[in-house]
């Protein structure tokens, strides 16, 4: 066993400057702890070992990495011995791994355990330089631009992704790629960082980068241990992307976003996301924005501070002339308070505030009032324990004079709001009808006074003239039955409502009298108001 042991310990030695210098300063037993200590897996090691023996070396993309290392640490090169281990695996390391894409990707992936020592050596250097180089002839290679179908310029994009790449047929990359995202983030990263800075187009980059938050963050079940390492992956992910504006969907930004806020990521993280989603609010949903609220003290269902903030980023970059994104977000923001509307623990002061971020959203656009009006009816049936007051409260941010006539036809008949606000709806209502009579009779006397100059001009004679003043006159009676029965229409629907706040009402105005039960009690003021003066009328 001993002589076995003892040529084993030759065979090593004849291949390894490393162990030949040690055997000659130390002995046999200071060996094995030194064979012990040696940075490396069974498996290279047991390579390693039928190497030094005469057995015919198997090198392959898996272990070509560890071996390498080792045969680096132990000095098995060619100044030490002949047709060594370290020529045989650099010789494949250059010729089989650098020329391929994928094989590339998974020597840096053995690396993860040895990475120390891979990085050392210059492998990983290597594997580096050789991904982007092979990046800039190819971008594709990082994956195909993410399709953002609302921009109208993305439609030259999308064909060059549906068009053969001539470059990826000259080198021979028709295969299917491996994907940098298998890649641990401390491989990972480097290899972003350098290809921005030697000029990969950015769209690619983002494309990489989006597809390595999907697979290691987004849509991913979180536990306590992992969360560390993902909240790590999505800063830096933040981190990486370029700012242009459009190269990423903005709904994958707010599932960024949200991620982030899972996730407790830094603040700076989090301000970043909502200030690139801001600068493109106009691609949003009303989905994006229900962003849900964390922590056990949330007091409503989503975060509408979050969306305050990302509001503010759009005004405060919006630069364009044309106002159609303007209108975009006013309309957005309508969606999403009416969304919100339903929400039970919303407190009428958010509702409000909410509200009036809303009107300010769509100042300059000439919007109507009918999105608010909308959130306020859902708000009023969600939240039916709202005093009267509260209730004439939340109504306050509404302009009625903006509303749509089919608005006010069914505000008219809306239970739940304040009879304050109906009779300023049927008020408002008269008066836009009175203008809309205005006009039609001053359009018919402008008309009959152009009919009395033509005919004068042409001396047609005085029948004509008269003939054409009784149709201006029965013009006008027309008119005046029309408004006298839209009139009885309004008159009858304001009764109809003021019927059914008429008892509490009067029991109010009973009660500013000082008359707390009828006018029959000794107490009651207008009774003895009747009995000093009898013959006063009261115009009740």
């Known amino acids: 066993m001993n002589g076995w042991r003892y040529r084993s310990i030759e065979l090593l ?81 250059e010729q089989r791994i650098l020329p391929s894409w994928n094989e590339t990707i998974e020597a840096l992936l053995a690396t993860e355990n040895i990475l120390q020592q891979a990085v050392h050596f210059g492998i990983v250097d290597a594997c580096l330089n050789s991904i982007i180089e092979k990046a800039l002839v190819d971008p594709c290679l990082l994956g195909e631009p993410i399709k953002n179908l609302t921009h109208a310029d993305n439609n030259e994009d999308i064909d060059d992704m549906n068009r053969p790449n001539a470059r990826r047929r000259l080198f021979g990359f028709e295969g299917k790629s491996e994907d940098l995202t298998m890649l641990p983030l401390q491989l990972y990263e480097p290899i972003i960082v350098a290809m921005k800075k030697h000029g990969v187009p950015s769209k690619y980059v983002a494309a990489s980068l989006c597809k390595y938050a999907k697979k290691w963050v987004l849509y991913k079940s979180t536990g306590y241990e992992e969360m560390t390492i993902h909240r790590e992956v999505i800063e830096t992910v933040e981190r990486l992307l370029p700012h242009e504006r459009g190269l990423i969907p903005c709904t994958l930004l707010f599932d960024m976003l949200q991620s982030a806020i899972v996730l407790e990521a830094s603040a700076d993280c989090r301000n970043c996301f909502e200030t690139r989603i801001g600068k493109q609010l106009d691609e949003a949903t009303v989905k994006d924005l229900l962003i849900p ?173 008269r003939t054409g003043m009784e149709k201006m006159s029965n013009k006008v009676m027309e008119l005046e039955k029309e408004c006298n029965m839209i009139r009885k229409e309004i008159a009858s629907v304001c009764n109809h409502t003021v019927k059914k706040e008429k008892g509490s009402m009067w029991r109010e105005m009973k009660r500013k009298f000082g008359c707390i039960t009828t006018m029959h009690h000794p107490n009651c003021q207008i009774k003895k108001m009747k009995k000093v003066n009898p013959n006063m009328e009261y115009d009740l």
């Open 13 to 93: 030695a004849a291949r390894s400057g490393k162990i030949a210098a040690f055997i000659k300063e130390n002995s046999q037993e200071d060996l094995c702890h030194f064979l012990e200590d040696i940075p490396a897996d069974p498996n290279s090691f047991e390579l390693i070992a039928r190497f030094c023996h005469g057995f015919e070396l198997q090198i392959s993309t898996e272990n070509v990495v560890p071996l390498t290392c080792l045969a680096y640490y132990l000095g098995m090169n060619e100044s030490h011995s002949k047709n060594n281990l370290l020529i045989k695996t650099l010789t494949f390391f």
């Open 293 to 465: 609220s964390q922590g056990y003290a949330k007091e409503v269902q989503y975060d509408i501070e979050c969306v305050r903030r990302i509001l503010k980023v759009f005004y405060t970059n919006y630069t364009c002339s044309d106002v159609s994104g303007l209108i975009t977000v006013a309309e957005l923001i309508e969606e999403f308070l009416a969304e919100v509307a339903s929400d039970i623990d919303l407190k009428p002061d958010t509702f409000i505030s909410l509200a009036e971020m809303s009107i300010a959203a769509s100042l300059g656009t000439q919007r109507g009032a009918d999105g608010i009006y909308k959130a306020i009816d859902i708000y009023l049936v969600k939240h039916r324990y709202l005093t009267e007051v509260e209730r004439e409260e939340v109504c306050r941010v509404l302009d009625c004079q903006k509303m749509s006539p089919e608005a006010c036809e069914h505000a008219a008949k809306n239970e739940k709001l304040p009879l304050r606000v109906v009779v300023q709806v049927l008020f408002i209502g008269q008066l836009k009808l009175r203008d809309t009579i205005t006009k039609e009779m001053q359009a018919s006397y402008d008309k009959l006074r152009k009919e009395e100059e033509d005919l004068a001009r042409l001396d047609c004679g005085e029948e004509q003239a």
